[in-house]
């Protein structure tokens, strides 16, 4: 059994920051890469930002400079820290992670629940 939980989202100005966390949980052997993914209303999801389990980083061209991914693998977690919003960032904001588990022995993907981000005067 693995979880992924977000936490994090939440109302802000724009201009302002918010950091998301996404805590990986369960029957882990190990994870792979990770990834931020994340949908608005009417919009098709987009792909935000991946981390190796090396630590190589890549973007949307949407958020490069304003956002960084950043991983601890000895917590399980992801991060998503967000910079300069922009009302165009509101969405519901999605972790994604390749996991090998102890008990099936091979690697899937899953996907948390979603947190909200909100960006508004």
């Known amino acids: 059994q693995v979880r992924l939980v977000e936490s994090g989202g939440g109302l802000v100005q724009p201009g302002g920051s918010l950091r998301l966390s996404c805590a990986a949980s369960?029957?882990?052997?190990?994870?792979?890469?990770m990834a931020w993914y994340r949908q608005a209303p009417g919009k098709q999801r987009e792909l935000v930002a991946t981390?190796?389990?090396?630590?190589?980083?890549n973007y949307a061209d949407s958020v490069k400079g304003r956002f960084t991914i950043s991983r601890d693998n000895a917590k399980n977690t992801v991060y998503l820290q967000m910079n300069s919003l922009r009302p165009e960032d509101t969405a519901i904001y999605r972790c994604?992670?390749?996991?090998?588990?102890?008990?099936?022995?091979?690697?899937?993907?899953?996907w948390g629940q979603g947190t909200q981000v909100t960006v508004s005067s």
């Open positions: 981390i190796t389990v090396g630590g190589r980083t």
């Open positions: 369960g029957s882990i052997l190990s994870i792979n890469s």
């Open positions: 994604n992670a390749d996991v090998v588990s102890y008990v099936t022995g091979y690697s899937s993907n899953y």
